[in-house]
């Protein structure tokens, strides 16, 4: 815990100054008592130090001590040109006394923020972890902005460097929310802070809202780009959470594409980790490419038969594409680390601005008024001739002065301020030649000119808020450009780790001896796993048992089924027939496995010894089959063989006990005849938030679902696709313009940009491929050809509307009675002439007063 008494208080600054720290030779006694004590101090003194002078930013300028050096040291030699760092450096280390090697990487780290300082030669790369290069070869200067925002003299705070040779600022009067900007990121003793860089115009456009009394939210954006998922910020403070994400594109079917990296992640980390996914067997890859140069680039070879799809979604579950982290805003508060959240930080450092801006205009108002008081003075001097009393022989003088300060007495009421002897001497002192030349005509401009200066700096202080607002305003018009936001804020759905781990374990097992593992590899091979997997397991005494993947596990004699165990599956189903070991009566029973115990032994049957299990299946879509028993030839029952239909049967829990089949005892269950699912058609849903499937109806909803139903995807650039079901799909929605079940007998009308000829086309076609997870491009071929809009309802009309205002035009198409079926590769037919002002919707009622209507011509 950080210390927060009164010592801390007194420990390193009094009343906002430094304490000396020396201690004499005799502090140092070495006593029992003492030692105990000098510890205690000695660790408060370092980790006050550390808090303070080092690793937290203050409050009033975002800026660490050593970066505030930086600055001012930067700013006493600007002369408008570059300078090398390696002086820069020199003459900051008579401020900041921790040696050139903490400057320099303060410098270079301020440097790549890209905000305060304009920069010169190799300065590294945040993006592939690249060191700038040595000080001597690399240059720099303060940037506009930073001579704009972060400094004026006199309104700043000063105090003796730490070798009393010269004074340096406590902080700079800076008039914009720098720390929020650039972050911070530091380790303190028992403390840490670590603040999100934000956009540059979001934060302008946050500071009017709060100066204008307006709810604002600010969300983190970073140089690296990428995309993040801010849900869990909590405005910055501590037990906040921000996912980030690099952007990763299919190529191809066999080549995945990064872009972007992670907030705090170089190339070199990204790859090492997915090299390291791919050692453990996570991922399956052929290789990874670094090209990045002007813009980051990784490439991502694929292993044959591996889904792109399934690929992403595990480099975002076991690399570094996919990062969390954690703010912990703190700050230096009136020598005080203090925690906050964005919103605070943003609200003080407004009021900052605005306290600064009135400090600025009040200073402004001083000099007007000093001016115009002199102004008003020199001009009574000369148009009243009062210098003529420098002519008059007085005795000493001390009696001019008298005289002229006698002279000016009729005129005193016309001033603002008394007149004092300083005045007089700097009338006195003006040379001759300048009186003869005196323009009373050009005072009285000045005067003027003062004076409307004057009014418009007391109304700025009257309406500091609007004066405020128009100070930030400009500095987004003179600053903002190009500092749009990099970082893509989106929602990230959850990806489970189980269901992207790439299978590469074997699993076998020795059903007779009970045993499953992956060490058995003399017995049969049951399924690849990975090492994320669970297996169920079923034996002949009719328990059940799940248990991780491991070398070696004893389940129980003779199993009769081994499976990888999916949480939750609610369609496949167990089909069983079991004998009750102590009445002799078969029982048969349907039913699911959902949640569990890893394990533990489940008893499936009603509990008694020696029950047995005389027929079992496993189903993975609820398929219910007809079975054949045969009785013991020597029991009561006139029929000796009987058929089972366990489509009878309802699914129940695992432990349910069963319907009675017979109370005869059983010779042998045989498989008759395979059933259909008894099963309602699975669900699905499309989540556009995420552009995946589910079965958790999110998003929209698509219908149900045989197992040998397929999707249709159509894309605006042209291509559809015929796919699966498969859940670890991920689809591209700001690419999809229709994904909905495929029906191949279903006409698809579609319009289209022909930007060569600059027309709109419309086509009508059926789909004849019927390949799965490939892209057909069904538009025509050509640069920024573009697919508008498309749909598979029965009779589509199509309300085309051109022009704007009176000259508006509008008109419906019935378009089965304009166009007729063709091939998925035909160019179709013209509808209309392109035109930016052209509107096109399709309408929901399918009559239409004009079936055939009006094309534009």
Known sequence: MIPTGSRWNCMRYNNGEKMATSKKKEDYIHTDSGIGGQYKTWFLDYASYVILERAVPALEDGLKPV???????????????????????GQSMQYHPHGDASIGDALVNLGQKDLLIDTQGNWGDVRTGDDAAAPRYIEARLSKFALEVAFNAKTTDWTISYDGRKNEPVTLPMKFPLLLAQGADGIAVGLATKIMPHNFCEL??????????????????????????PTNYNEGKRGGKVRVRAIIEEQDKKTLVIRSVPF????????????????????????????????????????????????????????????????????????????????????????????????????KLGELQEKWHYTSLEKIFFEEKIYKELEQKHETWEKVLEAIDKAFTPFKKLLRREI??????????KPVRRIYRLDIDELNEQIKGLEADIKQVKYDIEHLTDYAVAYYENLLKKFGRGRERKTEIRLFDTIEAKSVAIANIKVYANFADGFIGTGLKKDELIAEVSDLDDIVAFTKEGTMKVVRVSEKTFIGKDILHVAVFQKNDERTTYNMIYVDGKTGVSYAKRFNVTGITRDKDYDLTKGA???????????????????????????????KELEFYFEELEIKGRGSIGNQVTKYPIKSVKFKEAGKSTL???????????????????????????????????????????????????FDVEKVILLEKFKPDKVITAVYLDN?????????????TTTLHSKFFFIKEGKDNRLEMVT?????????????????????????????????????????????????????????????????E
């Open 756 to 768: 060569e000829k600059l027309q709109y086309n419309i086509k009508r076609f059926k789909i004849e």
């Open 204 to 229: 302008i456009d946050a500071s009017i809202k709060c100066l204008r009394g307006k709810k604002f939210e600010l969300l983190p954006d970073f140089l690296t780009g990428g995309t993040m998922d």
């Open 264 to 363: 705090g992640v170089t190339t070199t980390q990204l790859m090492d980790s997915i090299v390291k996914a791919n050692d453990q067997g996570k991922i399956k890859i052929k290789k990874v490419l670094d090209h990045t140069a002007a813009a980051v680039e990784i490439i991502i070879e694929l292993a044959p038969g591996i889904s792109p799809d399934i690929t992403i979604d595990a480099l975002y579950a076991f690399t570094d594409c996919e990062v969390s982290i954690s703010p912990n805003a703190c700050v230096i508060v009136k020598n005080k680390p203090q925690f906050l959240g964005v919103p605070e930080l943003l609200r003080i450092a407004t009021e900052n601005t605005k306290e600064l801006l009135r400090r600025e205009l009040e200073i």
């Open 792 to 856: 598979t309802a029965e009779e589509p009309v199509l309300i085309v509307q051109a022009g704007r205002g009176q000259l508006v035009r509008r008109a419906k198409f019935k378009v089965v009675n304009m166009v007729e079926v063709m091939g998925w590769k035909a160019v179709g037919a013209k509808l209309t002439e392109f035109s930016k002002n052209v509107e096109m919707e399709w309408e929901k009622k399918l009559e239409t007063d004009n079936p055939q209507g009006d094309l534009f």
């Open 420 to 429: 004092t002897r300083e005045d007089i001497i700097k009338l006195t002192e």
């Open 680 to 730: 309602d058609a699975k669900k699905l849903w499309f989540d556009n938030k995420f552009g995946r499937l589910n079965t958790d109806e999110k998003g929209d909803y698509l219908g149900k679902f045989d197992a040998t139903d397929r999707l249709l995807v159509i894309y605006n650039d042209g291509n559809y696709e015929i796919t699966d079901q498969e859940l670890t799909q991920r």
């Open 609 to 639: 010894d020696k029950s047995r299990v005389h027929y079992f299946s496993a189903n993975a879509n609820g398929e219910a089959e007809v079975v054949k028993i045969i009785l013991s030839p020597n029991c009561n029952a006139k029929k």
């Open 67 to 89: 970066q505030r050096r930086i600055l001012h040291a930067m700013k006493e030699m600007d002369d408008g040109r570059f300078n090398k760092v390696a002086n820069i450096i």
